[in-house]
């Protein structure tokens, strides 16, 4: 098949995709199974494994899906990072924070004991297998994560910064296996990947992209609300937010993940405004003496009028940040179930050409059952997350485009190709069997911890 024609039967095959998950959306909600599941079975089933409609090569086309899962991360980054509602200052915030470090080190640890000792790997290959496979998935973990900008869950909180942070602190594990297998400096000593890979790359990111994130927004408030300017598509802000903090992020030699997830964070900030409602209760209670009961006649220079005039426009303009958060979150969520649609197709059909090696059947149990969970446990040391709870977050560890994004970018950077043809099996192994597991079980788990949580709420005596 043709360039163009695979072209056009991938264009079909997602644009069908797409229709159908938003007319069945209500139904599809009720099953045991995510939409993610969905489209792994559709890329089976055009895959050279069913109809044989689609084929595609993951070192053939490492460079197209290195892209393509970048491009995706990126925007679920950003998403995530304008989910999270509270204070930075906000205690809860240790959660994802533990989660993001003392369990990412935790899991880099435990996956490359097993890849040295179980799988035979080389020192350098082991951390680089750990460094793929410690952060979890903000794409693939929707169902988890917080819902609408309110949602002050302890779960989905700590699991939806967890998957914002952990797929930037992943990123100095995987430059630390590529030095060890002669692919990256990392100076005498390690110097420079600590000094460079770890704090400069990190808290650079942090930084640039929170105050990227800040200036831009709120550039574009003052222009709207003082002079009535840059009122164009707020959809383009987050395009143009995301790339330009990206671009400018690598440019620096930090990591562009934390930087976007960072101002993402920072442009949900600008509309934590402790006064954003004062102004309309001013128009209100302006508003209303003149709409009580019928008002005499004012004229145009009348005092009063030109103070329900200021209160409204007031109002309007408290309005105008929370409008174009609304906006942005929308666009970010449908360009996120896109890119979802087109690269969980795309494992889909790679399973045809990727040859598991036996070893995958223990391995893939291990990291779901004994890595993750013992991860966790340490990382929510100190924090208020218990029973259910923690039992959750141990669970839905979910693995995904992130992983295979970290998989590429060792690939293209030289990684031998009988070590790239193993992680590719694991790798791959591990993505399939989260899809299915965490598919299956996330509906059935969610649905009984919020009923667990309203029964709680309920219960407890009023204040």
């Given at each position: ?12 095959i ?33 895959s050279?494994?069913g109809?044989?409609l ?7 086309n ?13 925007i ?8 999270l509602e ?9 959660i ?50 917080v ?5 002050r ?8 910064g ?5 797929d ?5 594990f ?6 060890l ?9 390690g ?10 790359a ?16 709120r550039?574009?408030l ?12 707020d ?31 920072a ?27 019928a ?8 005092p ?12 309007s ?16 969520s449908q ?8 690269i969980?197709?795309a494992?889909?059909?790679l399973?045809?050409t ?15 059952f004994?890595?993750r969970?013992?991860?966790?446990h ?5 924090t ?32 031998e ?14 993505i ?17 911890y919020?009923?667990?949580k309203?029964?709680?709420?309920n ?5």
């Amino acid at each position: 098949m043709s360039a163009p024609e695979t072209f056009a039967l991938s264009a079909l095959i997602i644009g069908l995709l797409l229709i159908v998950m938003t007319l069945g959306s209500s139904f599809l909600a009720r099953l045991p199974l995510s939409s993610a599941m969905l489209y792994l079975g559709v890329g089976m089933v055009i895959s050279p494994l069913g109809l044989d409609l689609l084929r595609l090569d993951p070192l053939d086309n490492r460079v197209l899906l290195e892209r393509l899962t970048e491009i995706a991360v990126l925007i679920s980054l950003f998403t995530a990072g304008m989910k999270l509602e509270l204070p930075l200052s906000h205690r809860r915030w240790r959660i994802p924070l533990q989660l993001a470090t003392v369990s990412m080190v935790v899991t880099v640890a435990l996956i490359t004991a097993l890849g040295m000792y179980g799988l035979g790997l080389s020192p350098g290959a082991a951390v680089l297998l750990g460094a793929i496979l410690a952060p979890t998935d903000p794409v693939l973990a929707s169902d988890v994560q917080v819902s609408n900008p309110g949602d002050r869950d302890q779960l989905r909180f700590g699991l939806t910064g967890e998957g914002g942070l952990n797929d930037g602190t992943a990123f100095p594990f995987v430059m630390l296996g590529l030095g060890l297998l002669g692919l990256h400096e990392l100076g005498k000593g390690g110097w420079r990947w600590w000094a460079v890979d770890v704090l400069w790359a990190v808290a650079g990111g942090l930084g640039l992209g929170y105050l990227l994130g800040t200036l831009v927004g709120r550039t574009i408030l003052y222009l709207r609300v003082r002079h009535h300017e840059a009122l164009g598509s707020d959809e383009f802000i987050a395009l143009g937010l995301i790339a330009l903090t990206y671009g400018l992020a690598l440019s620096c030699y930090t990591y562009g993940f934390l930087a976007v997830f960072a101002a993402g964070l920072a442009l949900r900030r600008i509309d934590d405004t402790p006064s954003g409602d004062a102004p309309a209760a001013q128009a209100t209670d302006a508003a209303a003496p003149a709409t009580a009961e019928a008002p005499p006649r004012i004229s145009p220079a009348d005092p009063t009028l030109q103070e329900i005039s200021q209160a409204e426009e007031a109002a309007s303009n408290a309005r105008v940040p929370a409008q174009m958060m609304t906006a942005v979150q929308r666009f970010n969520s449908q360009i996120e179930s896109f890119v979802e649609v087109g690269i969980v197709l795309a494992v889909g059909v790679l399973l045809a050409t990727v040859a598991f090696e036996p070893a995958a059947l223990w391995f893939v149990p291990v990291l779901f059952f004994g890595v993750r969970p013992l991860a966790v446990h340490v990382g929510l040391i100190g924090t208020p997350v218990k029973g259910l709870q923690r039992g959750l977050m141990g669970w839905f560890g979910i693995r995904g485009i992130g992983s295979l994004y970290y998989l590429l970018y060792a690939i293209n950077h030289g990684i031998e190709p009988m070590l790239a043809e193993r992680l590719l099996s694991l790798t791959v192994a591990v993505i399939v069997a989260s899809v299915v597991a965490h598919g299956i079980s996330v509906t059935p788990l969610m649905k009984r911890y919020e009923a667990r949580k309203a029964k709680r709420q309920n219960a407890s005596p009023p204040l």
